[in-house]
């Protein structure tokens, strides 16, 4: 599992230096509104660890995994997005990725066109 050699933005918001709107930490994820939205919720599910990106991802993250979309459904419900949600992890440049540390995106409070675009 290769894991990025410097800090990224989410390591430094996760530790407090950086500042964002905290929905949800525990010892493995954490959650925090995105802050160029692309719905009127939206709102991004990060490992705690940092992992560059899914495709790097092994058999043993499978726990991790799990749990970053249990904390998705979770946040999605507190924040009353029953009607659904999007969720969306970009792996690479070409996908939208534009930090190298796995996060997943969940997007909803409105209707959703496919394809995505």
Do not use: C, S, Y
Not at 6 to 31: N, V
Not at 57 to 65: I, K, P, Q, S, Y
């Amino acid at each position: 599992m290769a894991e990025t050699d410097e800090r990224t933005l989410f390591q430094k918001i996760h530790d407090g230096e950086i500042p964002a709107e905290m929905l949800h930490r525990d010892d493995r994820a954490f959650a925090i509104r995105d802050i160029n939205p692309q719905a009127p919720t939206h709102f991004l599910v990060i490992p705690v660890r940092p992992l560059a990106r899914l495709e790097e991802a092994e058999e043993a993250d499978a726990d991790l995994l799990g749990h970053l979309l249990l904390v998705a459904r979770k946040v999605a419900g507190e924040l009353g997005l029953d009607k659904g949600f999007r969720v969306v992890i970009n792996n690479g440049r070409e996908a939208g990725e534009t930090v190298p540390h796995l996060h997943v995106h969940v997007l909803g409070g409105r209707p959703m066109t496919w394809p995505p675009g």
